[in-house]
């Protein structure tokens, strides 16, 4: 998918993707959230209105109102590149929370996961 397509996708299309990969797992939607939370600065109220209002990804991650700076302690492998190489900031956002989604389905802790070791 070129970087245009998810940059422009609803982030309400894919949520409902990151809750049923956790739910697979035998994980939470509010896990998911709270992840979500850790990552972009928003509260439960703001992720839900923009849940609502069908936000785009750029508005998604360009309108966060902290993003968490522990974020760039998260490495690995998410869709065969490694997170920590991606150059493109908006990108790299995008898959530091498929990272931590990841995480959460494989059966990591929250404060592994929220980087709080």
Same mark, same amino acid.
């Given at each position: ?43 439960? &109220? ?5 849940? &609502? ?65």
């Amino acid at each position: 998918m070129p970087k245009q397509q998810i940059y422009t996708m609803s982030f309400a299309k894919v949520y409902p993707l990151y809750v049923a990969k956790a739910e697979k797992k035998g994980r939470t939607k509010t896990e998911v959230d709270e992840i979500i939370r850790w990552l972009t600065g928003y509260s439960q &109220e703001e992720l839900e209105a923009h849940l &609502e209002k069908q936000t785009d990804f750029q508005t998604f991650f360009g309108q966060a109102p902290h993003m968490n700076p522990a974020r760039a302690l998260i490495k690995g492998v998410v869709c065969g590149v490694r997170v920590e190489e991606i150059e493109e900031p908006l990108m790299r956002e995008i898959r530091y929370l498929d990272k931590l989604i990841d995480e959460l389905a494989k059966g990591k802790a929250m404060d592994m996961i929220m980087r709080k070791q």
